[in-house]
């Protein structure tokens, strides 16, 4: 019995470091408030970049929500580099499914997973030139 106890404490420990969270509140807010331009590389379709600044930015920064998703195994469709006044500040890459998205942000050797509302996959889905 003890045994048992112990494989599942270590099963259980094993699981809860394969758990998905979206970035740390404060992480996000920067993100999303303070970030003054970025580049994406879209890998689907024919590639291509696009690089955004000022109130573009923001409005990208909207197809972000802090709330974690469940990573597929969907197809990288591509990447991102959020930047402050030209310093890289996060980067993740990007997945895309039928009516949603996820982005996978590494950050202090910690992976992050936050969901891309509709709006968001609809207008990645609409710069992707196949």
Known sequence: MKYISLLLISSLSCLSSFAQEPLPAKTYITMRDSTTSMDVVFM??????????????????????????TKEHTELAGSIM???????????????DDSTGYVVISKDG???VNRINPQGTSFFKSQIKE
Request: charged content about 25%; overall charge positive; proline content about 0%.
């Open 110 to 112: 910690k992976e992050y």
């Open 82 to 96: 959020w930047l402050i006044n030209g310093r890289e500040f996060l980067s993740g890459k990007f997945f895309l």
């Open 44 to 69: 689907q379709g024919k590639g291509r970049s696009l690089s955004l600044d000022g109130r573009n930015v923001h409005l990208f920064n909207s197809f972000f929500e802090n709330k974690t998703a």
